[in-house]
């Protein structure tokens, strides 16, 4: 997969990368610094950690578009997207 864009709504803003594995590190990297609950946490850093992480997200993106999760902190549903640069800018 070519480069996409990762936008965590309300946490950080849109960045690009030109690679998959890299942006799924950086999200995660994000993700783990927010004050999610142990629920959360735990279900984020399997799905982004798992050692088929990068198939798992591109199976997303071929078949949805995107890949768009949401979670919920300090009482706000958030939503957390990786598209491919071509379709973010639409």
């Not at 946490?11 to 927010?34: H, I, K, N, Q, Y």
């Not at 995107?66 to 549903?77: A, D, I, Q, Y």
Request: glycine share 6%; hydrophobic share 45%; aromatic share 10%.
């Amino acid at each position: 997969m070519d480069a996409v864009t990762v936008e965590i709504e309300g946490v950080s803003a849109l960045a690009t990368f030109s690679r998959l594995p890299d942006a799924l590190g950086a999200v995660w990297a994000s993700m783990r610094a927010l004050p999610l609950g142990a629920l959360q946490y735990d279900a984020y850093q399997y799905f982004f950690t798992r050692p088929d992480a990068v198939e798992r997200v591109s199976e997303f993106i071929e078949r949805d578009g995107e890949l768009n999760l949401s979670f919920k902190m300090e009482g706000r549903s958030h939503a957390l997207r990786v598209r491919p640069v071509e379709t973010s800018a639409r």
